[in-house]
C-alpha cells in the first residue's frame, strides 16, 4: 500500500511543480489554489508512504520521480526541450531510484 501512497503522492507533486509555473508567482489566483492544494495532498500521501518506507528513501524517491514526471510532461504538453543532456540526468535519477531499492532499504 506504501507505493500506491508515494505514486499519489509523485502525481500531485508533479501538479504542484505546473500549477506553480502558471502560477506566476502566486499572482493567479486560481493557479495558486491548485499549488497549495496539490501541495497539501502530495504531502499527505507522502507521510502515509514514509509510515513504511525510511524518510531518506521515501523523499529521495518522491522527489526525483516528480521531477522527471514534471520535465516529461512539459515536454509532452508545455513545449518544453527534451535534450539529450536532459535524458542523461533522467536516466542518472531512474538509476538512483532504482539504486536505492536494491539497497534494502524500503
Not at 511543480?17 to 500521501?45: M, P, Q
Amino acid at each position: 500500500m506504501s507505493w500506491l501512497y508515494l505514486g499519489i503522492a509523485v502525481i500531485f507533486e508533479v501538479a504542484v511543480g505546473l500549477a506553480a509555473g502558471k502560477a506566476k508567482g502566486f499572482t493567479r489566483l486560481w493557479w495558486t489554489i491548485a499549488t497549495l492544494v496539490s501541495g497539501a495532498i502530495a504531502t499527505f500521501f507522502l507521510s502515509l508512504a514514509l509510515l513504511t518506507f525510511d524518510v531518506g528513501v521515501g523523499y529521495a524517491i518522491w522527489t526525483s520521480v516528480a521531477g522527471v514526471g514534471i520535465v516529461i510532461v512539459g515536454a509532452l504538453f508545455f513545449s518544453q526541450r527534451l535534450t539529450g543532456k536532459k535524458l542523461v540526468g533522467i536516466a542518472a535519477i531512474i538509476a538512483g531510484v532504482i539504486g536505492l531499492n536494491l539497497a534494502g532499504s524500503i
